[in-house]
């Protein structure tokens, strides 16, 4: 049976295999906008692609059932793992699942959101502390730790988020320290001020609440300048990221097929190769 708009007409092919695609696969995210911001550019691009005309209706938009498993900062670039179709019933599990990162800090200066884009509220001197040191402290940061959340950040209080409450000059407690996981975590690159992490870590850790933690362990302060998801899960940055000029259907199609198969354990991409229309999208972020 031929896949329908949502207005009534009957859509042409490539919508047809635009409403099948169901499964987990990664885009890139670049430096500025939010994950939603991307989410929403490539939903866009699909349903302008398959001559679904929404002309700026939400509803008809919401033919396409599409969410992203793990927010990135909008200064934040790398891997957003996207599930289309059931497939975003898989995002709850990314969400909890292991991601690397590199991310560079800038020692001697403390903002208020703990990277570039906030305010300075700290400024320190930071001569005394030697690659050994950041080397050193940075065993204290491995393992099962405890770590306190940044204000900005994507968590919520009463249904909004903490960030939003934040801006809008409300007075917002910090949320008490809770168990996180970090795999691996070693140093790059050491430039006086700035230093460069290799993180692995489990789902809900900040790793701006890293930088800083290290600053204030080293007896200064600190702040990170950039982040990279390099890894989520299976999709790596390199193999698996689509950049926007990919955001095709036949190029997801093809990404389906593969990224699918990188789930041991998940149903078979089979079990998720057809999808019906008209149901709502969804969208999944770290709480």
Excluded at 100 to 106: D, H, N, S, V
Excluded at 126 to 146: A, S
Excluded at 244 to 267: F, N, Q, V, Y
């Amino acid at each position: 049976m031929a896949a329908r708009e949502a207005g009534g007409g009957v859509a042409g092919r490539a919508a047809q295999k635009l409403f099948s695609l169901s499964g987990l696969f990664a885009v890139y995210k670049p430096k500025g906008p939010t994950s939603a911001a991307v989410l929403n550019l490539l939903k866009e691009k699909l349903l302008a692609e398959a001559g679904v005309q929404t002309n700026g209706n939400k509803r008809k938009s919401q033919v396409l059932k599409i969410g992203h498993g793990g927010t990135l900062d909008s200064a934040a670039t790398g891997v957003l793992v996207v599930g289309i179709g059931k497939g975003t019933k898989l995002l709850k599990t990314m969400l909890a699942g292991s991601k690397k990162y590199t991310a560079i800090g800038l020692l001697g200066k403390a903002t208020d959101t703990l990277d570039a884009t906030g305010k300075i509220t700290e400024e320190k001197p930071y001569d005394q502390v030697t690659k050994t040191d950041l080397e050193n402290v940075l065993q204290k940061f491995t393992g099962d730790i405890m770590q306190v959340p940044p204000l900005y950040s994507a968590l919520k209080k009463d249904g909004e988020r903490l960030s939003t409450l934040v801006k809008r000059g409300e007075a917002v407690e910090a949320k008490p320290a809770r168990p996180v996981r970090v795999y691996s975590l070693s140093l790059q690159q050491f430039q006086p001020p700035l230093f460069t992490l290799d993180v692995e870590c489990g789902g809900g850790f900040y790793v701006r609440s890293l930088v800083s933690d290290i600053g204030k362990e080293l007896s200064t302060c600190a702040s990170m300048q950039e982040l990279t998801r390099t890894k989520h899960g299976p999709f790596t940055l390199e193999e698996h990221a689509l950049h926007e000029d990919k955001w095709t259907i036949d190029e997801i199609a093809r990404s389906l097929e593969h990224c699918m198969s990188l789930l041991p354990g998940e149903p078979s991409h089979k079990k998720f190769k057809t999808e019906h229309p008209g149901e709502t999208a969804v969208s999944c972020e770290d709480k």
